[in-house]
């Protein structure tokens, strides 16, 4: 089974950048079978899908973070990272790796998730962003 682990710097203050690393576990090459997603949930509100890397190598973001994300792997070390530029106290949230089979199609301004679809989670991190 492919295990995910998020780790990051800690929190960040408002205009820094959140960096966070997921690491992939289950086997060699995992990350090329799959596409993988960060999603976030701030308190109180439901799951947002960030952004994704498939496995061709191109990155896909949510229209609503797609000025401020990058999102990029590190194919030797089984490693995909967050990139958030420029965080509010709004970006405050639980944030999640999750790798899926099947891809998030937006349109141009609307994600169409399922969530269902996505079926190796990671645990969550907390990423609080405070002055």
């Known amino acids: 089974q492919v295990q995910l682990q998020e780790s990051g710097p800690g929190p960040v203050k408002p205009g820094e950048t959140l960096s966070l690393t997921c690491t992939v576990s289950?086997?060699?090459?995992?990350?090329?079978?799959?596409?993988w997603s960060w999603i976030r949930q701030p308190p109180g509100k439901g799951l947002e899908w960030i952004g994704a890397g498939a496995y061709t190598g191109t990155s896909y973001y949510s229209p609503a973070l797609k000025s401020r994300t990058t999102i990029s792997r590190q194919r030797a070390e089984n490693q995909f990272t967050l990139q958030l530029s420029a965080v509010t106290p709004e970006d405050t949230a639980v944030y999640y790796c999750a790798s899926s089979k099947t891809p998030v199609f937006c349109g141009d301004d609307v994600c169409s998730v399922r969530w269902e679809e996505f079926e190796y989670w990671g645990q969550g991190t907390q990423v609080t962003v405070s002055s």
């Open positions: 289950g086997g060699p090459a995992t990350t090329d079978y799959y596409y």
